[in-house]
Every structure is written in C-alpha cells, then in structure tokens.
C-alpha cells in the first residue's frame, strides 16, 4: 500500500485548503482513512478518521471546521479544511489500516506541510 498526500500550502487565518490522499495498491473500501498532523516541538495528533459506512471522528479542536471524506472508487481521502488557525499549523499525514487477522496494519503517507500565517 502506498499513500501520496498532497495540497498543503500556505494560507491566511481564517482560510481554506483541501488535502487529498490518494491510496494505491491493495486497497479496500473497508480499510479506515484519516489524516493525522504534527506540529513542532508536539506529538503526533488523530485529526479525523473515516471508516467503513462512513463514520468520521474528529478531534476536538477541528470539528465544525474540518470535513474528512472519501471516494471509494478513486480510494482517496480528502481532508476539507476551512476557518484555518494559527494553530493549525503542522505536518499532515495521511494514513490507511488495515485489518488482517485481527492485526491492524497502519500505513502512513509523506507528509504535506499546512502552514496558517498573515
């Protein structure tokens, strides 16, 4: 499995960007989706997981401002950002996991810088 993340860039407080995760290889609409982000000096953080049927979870911080979705048929991930913060800033990750045997297999992409600054 390999996930490539893109549309990170800069943008004014209280902007809008779209991350998108594109999976490839032996991908399953059943596999959960999310996206995850590090910000310096801070340890990694669960932003918003999608799973099978479509259920999303959301970190405190993000919710009613970000949107997490997905295509199945395209087995990519998007990551609606909006009203972005100062604190928003970080390295975002998007990341697979799947279930084999009862033993989760996580898989993680490069990374997309996301940088809210005026």
């Known amino acids: 499995v390999q996930l490539q993340a893109s549309g990170g860039g800069l943008v004014q407080p209280g902007g809008s960007l779209r991350l998108s995760c594109a999976a490839s290889g032996s991908v399953s609409r059943f596999n959960g989706m999310g996206w995850y982000r590090q910000a310096p000096g801070k340890q990694r953080e669960m932003v918003a997981v999608?799973?099978?049927?479509?259920?999303?979870n959301y970190v405190d911080s993000v919710k009613g401002r970000f949107t997490i979705s997905r295509d199945n048929a395209k087995n990519t991930v998007y990551l609606q950002m909006n009203t972005l913060k100062p604190e928003d800033t970080a390295v975002y990750y998007c990341t697979l996991r799947q279930m084999r045997d009862g033993v989760a297999h996580d898989y993680w992409g490069q990374g997309t810088q996301v940088t809210v600054s005026s």
């Open positions: 999608i799973i099978s049927g479509g259920r999303t």
